[in-house]
């Protein structure tokens, strides 16, 4: 079945820490790759996206990923984090599910930056 | 910008009880979606359309319908809630299947 792995649910570092949250899917076709956001009492928004071209893809505030295909990995990155980053982080694959298209998640990072 | 408006934030309803949770898009969106969130679980996906009148089921529509009669609004409708309701239920619409989805605020629905 068609799953994706977030390697940590929980994840604590310190403001200029570098981040690392590691994501996985399971699914052998053509695949769309995202990862979402949700700072506390918000709603979840998109962080950064891949469909196709440059597997270094970057997003808003400083976020990058890289999509590895050998390793059915799409990692995000951030080489100094602030406290306001504190969020849970959610990657999601986009797969064919029968006739349609359907977002699948991961089961999210809780990341708490120390001030 | 987008707009994903959810009715309530919070609802406290008891078992038993029909609950009725609306979404409205003001993006024209085709497609739109309703999951529930619960720690550790991520996004379930409860039913999602892809146009007016059309629904789909999705991984888990069980104690749950919905109603799109246009295309701005996705209703989600629990007919007797139970205690393993009590969860947060986002919506979501998009342009297309495949692409970005735009979520609302939520709704926390807690079943006494």
């Not at chain 1, 009492?41 to 996206?49: P, S």
């Not at chain 2, 078992?15 to 991520?42: A, I, S």
């Amino acid at each position: 079945a068609q799953s994706v792995s977030q390697h940590n649910h929980h994840v604590i570092l310190s403001e200029a820490a570098s981040l690392e949250l590691g994501c996985n899917y399971s699914y052998g076709g053509t695949v769309n790759l995202f990862w979402y956001v949700q700072y506390p009492g918000q709603h979840l928004q998109l962080l950064l996206k891949y469909f196709s071209g440059d597997p270094l893809v970057k997003g808003i505030k400083g976020f990058e990923a890289e999509f590895i295909k050998s390793k059915f990995s799409f990692n995000l990155r951030k080489p100094s984090v602030q406290w306001s980053d504190t969020a849970e982080y959610f990657c999601a694959v986009n797969a064919l599910r029968g006739s349609n298209y359907q977002l699948i998640w991961g089961a999210g990072t809780k990341l708490i930056i120390k001030p | 910008d987008v707009k994903v408006t959810q009715s309530s934030r919070y609802l406290v309803k008891r078992t038993g009880e029909k609950v009725f949770l609306e979404c409205v898009q003001d993006m024209d969106h085709e497609n739109m979606f309703w999951y529930r969130q619960d720690p550790g679980l991520g996004l379930r996906l409860i039913y999602f359309s892809y146009d007016v009148k059309m629904k789909e089921k999705g991984d888990i529509p069980e104690g749950y319908s919905v109603s799109r009669e246009k295309k701005e609004r996705f209703s989600l409708i629990l007919e007797s809630a139970s205690t393993n309701q009590t969860s947060m239920y986002l919506c979501a619409s998009s342009w297309e299947g495949a692409g970005e989805l735009f979520f609302g605020e939520g709704s926390r629905l807690t079943v006494l």
